[in-house]
């Protein structure tokens, strides 16, 4: 029999719970989809949320042709042959074949390449599924030519509308006198995630006797649960909430339960790279400006691991987990540049001024490009006042030192520089 999370997967885009902000009425996926044309992409979430089935349903809703791929195990060749196969099966002016590539994070960079042609030329429409952020795990050559939808954790009404139509539907369930009394302990340990929502529903029903009706409670799903801890060590699943633990503790500065979630995380199987990825991104994150070094810290800790792997791996992991928990934070350059991105998206592209543009011909220089240009390291202090915003930005600040010692020298030296254009 196949387990209750297959045997509920979605068979239309109506049946598909979650992701409104994806799929709902007017939004940018469900556009795509109403116009029989959807980009190139990549599906970023959690597990459990509904990547697979949504790159399934895509396929069935424009009524083309489907192949499927496991970055774990398909190689430069499965991937040749996969297109050659798609490539025969798309006719005229019909909508590419799609091509879903699971756990695309795990293709190396020769796998990604072998790609890119079929995708620039349109032979497949490519849906790749990652649990990790794409900016790190796809080559930008392809990233490129994907748009990137996040997905996110399913909320608590979603879990519980899940849940209800396997008790109503399903067709082993939907018989039985069976009724939830109590959800908080299936959503607080299915946490968003779909497929666990469905695996703790299954194992609590089988422990049914015959002929009785069964209550579920918070009790007895805790209960149960504990019993069958292996539910949550699948594939490697569980590591996620102990990923997000370990961060938050580095971010709250407490070096105690930073180091106690990841000896959970080491203890429990986890890929070890997984870990030091996750290590570099609270650097850059969370410690950011405030001390700079952490970033390159935590890149050596990759590095090393990479070359040691376990058990001495766990000493770098261990070490840059420590040092930062233990740094200075500041997110500054992450507000930065994600105030910087939403203001280009709101404002479009502004020209660049012509004295910043380069004049590399007789032509450019007649239209004034670089004309006026002063050369910074001419003048005194390596520093000359102009402007370098588009002129109707001009004063507009994106950057903002936070206050600790690192970032406090930044702020006087910016302040000396700029005087009160930026109100340093």
């Known amino acids: 029999m196949q387990p209750l999370a297959e045997r509920m997967r979605p068979k239309t885009l109506d049946e598909y719970i979650g ?16 116009s029989q044309r959807i980009p190139s992409m990549i599906l970023w ?18 009524k083309v042709p489907f192949f499927s791929l496991s970055a774990i195990n398909s190689g430069v060749k499965d991937i040749r042959e996969t297109i050659d196969a798609a490539q025969k099966q798309r006719f005229f002016q019909s909508a590419s074949p799609i091509l879903f590539i699971d756990e695309i994070h795990r293709f190396s960079k020769s796998q990604q390449d072998s790609l890119l042609s079929a995708v620039e030329r349109g032979i497949v429409t490519l849906i790749g599924a990652t ?31 899940m849940a209800n139509r396997a008790l109503a539907s399903d067709e082993y369930l939907k018989d039985r006198d069976i009724r939830v009394d109590e959800y908080d302990a299936m959503l607080q340990l299915s946490g968003g995630d779909g497929r666990k929502l469905y695996n703790i529903l299954e194992l609590i029903t089988n422990y049914q006797r015959a002929g009785e009706p069964l209550s579920i409670t918070n009790e007895l799903v805790m ?24 961060i938050k503790s580095i971010r709250g500065s407490d070096p105690n339960a930073a180091i106690y979630y990841l000896a959970r995380m080491l203890e429990g199987g986890e890929d070890v790279e997984f870990i030091a990825r996750r290590l570099l991104i609270s650097a ?59 203001f280009v998206r709101k404002t479009g592209s502004e020209p660049v001024p012509l004295h910043l543009r380069n004049a590399p011909t007789k032509l ?4 004034d490009y670089g004309k006026n240009y002063r050369y910074a390291h001419a003048y005194e202090g390596n520093f000359v006042e102009q402007e370098f915003l588009p002129e109707k930005l001009s004063g507009t600040r994106f950057f903002d030192p936070q206050q600790n010692p690192a970032e406090e020298k930044i702020r006087e030296r910016l302040r000396g520089l700029w005087k009160d254009r930026y109100g340093y």
């Open 19 to 34: 992701q409104k902000h994806l799929l709902g009425p007017r939004a940018v996926l469900r556009q795509a989809i109403d």
């Open 45 to 62: 979430g959690p597990p459990g949320v509904g990547k697979t089935t949504l790159a399934t349903l895509l396929a069935q809703s424009l």
């Open 131 to 161: 649990t990790e952020n794409p900016s790190f795990e796809v080559i930008p050559a392809l990233l490129s030519r994907c748009q990137v939808y996040v997905l996110r954790s399913l909320e608590q009404e979603e879990l519980i509308e």
């Open 223 to 246: 209960e149960k649960v504990q019993q069958n801890i292996a539910l949550y060590d699948k594939g490697g699943e569980a590591h996620y909430d102990m990923a997000s633990a370990l």
């Open 284 to 342: 850059a994150e969370d410690i950011g400006l405030a001390n700079p070094n952490a970033l390159l810290l935590a890149e050596s800790c990759f590095q090393a691991v990479r070359m040691l792997g376990m058990p001495e791996g766990r000493i770098p992991l261990a070490e840059a987990t420590i040092y930062l928990a233990t740094s200075p934070k500041s997110n500054s350059a992450y507000l930065a540049i994600d105030a910087a991105l939403d």
């Open 364 to 367: 450019l220089k007649q239209l």
